[in-house]
């Protein structure tokens, strides 16, 4: 199946810092990426579509200015943790749907753990 | 897009089938059942989905009821690496985004 990839795949920053989180589709391009957030124990939760070329949609209670998404690329999105907190400690998930027919379903990095201490 | 309910754990013996069911009553016309799982600490990995008929591939078999308010997942010989939360989603071809329920936690017991 397609590739998606994640980096890093842990993190740890100090509170006050800001993040970055690199998603990248290695062998095939994607118009739309998805942002999620996984919390112990707990279902993914969807932050954010992301587009390229264009800005980002959140899901209700998502601070856009606190989690900076860009898309610059068919095969590139990125996730910013800004001013982060303990709070912000979390597992943060990107997935990407290939172009074209949908032949199977979204493909899921492997995931980053954020610790923010 | 339509709600599922799933059983939130079950239990499976190595080496026999899992099945997995999820309930989609409200599911519609143009709406796909999607089944991913997700392994401890990692990102969720596609198995199969379907729109009415009975679907099989290398992972898994999705046996989808004629009224299309049910189906069941099926995992034909169940591996010790089996062992994950399963998802059931439902999702109209069109849509892209996925919304994650609770799922059910698959245990494979030796």
């Known amino acids: 199946g397609a590739v998606v990839s994640q980096h890093p795949s842990r993190v740890i920053c100090k509170s006050g810092t800001s993040v970055k989180i690199e998603c990248r589709s290695l062998d095939f391009q994607a118009t739309t990426m998805f942002w999620y957030r996984q919390f112990p124990k707990q279902s993914l939760m969807l932050m954010a579509t992301s587009n390229e070329g264009s800005k980002a949609t959140y899901e209700q209670g998502v601070e856009k200015d606190k989690f900076l998404i860009n898309h610059a690329s068919l095969t590139l999105s990125t996730l910013t943790v800004t001013s982060a907190h303990p709070e912000d400690s979390s597992f943060y998930i990107c997935s990407a749907i290939p172009r074209g027919p949908r032949k199977s379903g979204a493909f899921f990095g492997q995931g980053t753990r954020l610790t923010v201490v | ?110």
């Open chain 2, 1 to 110: 897009d339509a709600k599922t309910t799933q059983p939130p754990s079950m239990d499976c013996a190595e080496g026999r089938a899992a099945n997995l069911p999820c309930n989609h009553s409200t599911i519609s016309g143009n709406e796909y059942v999607y089944w991913y799982r997700q392994i401890h600490s990692q990102g969720p990995q596609y198995i199969i989905h379907g729109l009415k008929n009975n679907e099989t591939n290398e992972m898994a078999s999705l046996i989808i009821t004629e009224d299309r308010k049910s189906s069941t997942l099926i995992l034909p010989h169940a591996t010790l690496r089996d062992t994950a939360v399963y998802y059931c989603i439902v999702l109209n071809q069109g849509a892209q985004k996925l919304v994650f329920g609770q799922g059910t936690r698959l245990t494979i017991n030796p």
